[in-house]
T-cell receptor, first 119, second 111 residues
């Protein structure tokens, strides 16, 4: 399995709702990431987990709360979001907080994303 | 000034032509260099990865890194309509735990 699986693919939520995005990988990668991508813009890093511990928080507002229950799963809990938070949320994983290596299957792999709309 | 600069395009080429993409950067600490392809409404797909300076070839794709000039390139030979996508360069420092992306170049390959 060389994929990062994200659910749901689409999510519409109100500003008072609480929802969660889920990400799963079974490549044995020990680093997992959340990125946010607005239309026609590159992805922007939000959080990095390394060996299930939060290692980087790019000054993300507290209405976004990440969680790494185990080495294969990464969640992003959402609460009281604003319409400007509407974006494609991408999960990624890599072997050891490294973006890629020469070994196959050891790369920095992105999921297909969750397209979030806040109304 | 952005850390990584990339021409947004669109770059339109006829089928079979060579597509030439490039990025410049300002942070001399970058050591890992990647190219991603992203189709509309999909996640980025890793195409090429290079560590430090040098060239790497994989099928129709060739990546070049010139650290002295802070310049990286991606060449796509025998381009196909299915290569139409946005191409993102990305790079990181030694820790490798944070990618800095260019803005992406939209490529259109016309049949």
């Amino acid at each position: 399995d060389t994929e990062v699986t994200q659910t749901p693919k689409h999510l519409v939520m109100g500003m008072t709702n609480k929802k969660s995005l889920k990400c799963e990988q079974h490549m044995g990668h020990r680093a997992m990431y959340w990125y946010k991508q607005k239309a026609k813009k590159p992805p922007e890093l939000m959080f990095v987990y390394s060996y299930e511990k939060l290692s980087i928080n790019e000054s993300v507002p507290s209405r976004f709360s990440p969680e790494c229950p185990n080495s294969s799963l990464l969640n992003l809990h959402l609460h009281a979001l604003q319409p400007e938070d509407s974006a494609l949320y991408l999960c990624a994983s890599s072997q050891k907080s490294r973006p890629a290596s020469s070994q196959s299957g050891d790369g920095y792999t992105f999921g297909s994303g969750t397209r979030l709309t806040v109304v | 000034q952005k850390e990584v600069e990339q021409d947004p395009g669109p770059l339109s080429v006829p089928e079979g032509a060579i597509v030439s993409l490039n990025c410049t950067y300002s942070n001399s600490a970058f050591q890992y260099f990647m190219w991603y392809r992203q189709y509309s409404r999909k996640g980025p797909e890793l195409l090429m990865y290079t560590y430090s300076s040098g060239n790497k070839e994989d099928g129709r794709f060739t990546a070049q890194v010139d650290k002295s000039s802070k310049y990286i390139s991606l060449f796509i030979r025998d381009s196909q309509p299915s290569d139409s996508a946005t191409y993102l360069c990305a790079m990181s420092g030694a820790a490798g735990n944070k990618l800095t992306f260019g803005g992406g170049t939209r490529v259109l390959v016309k049949p």
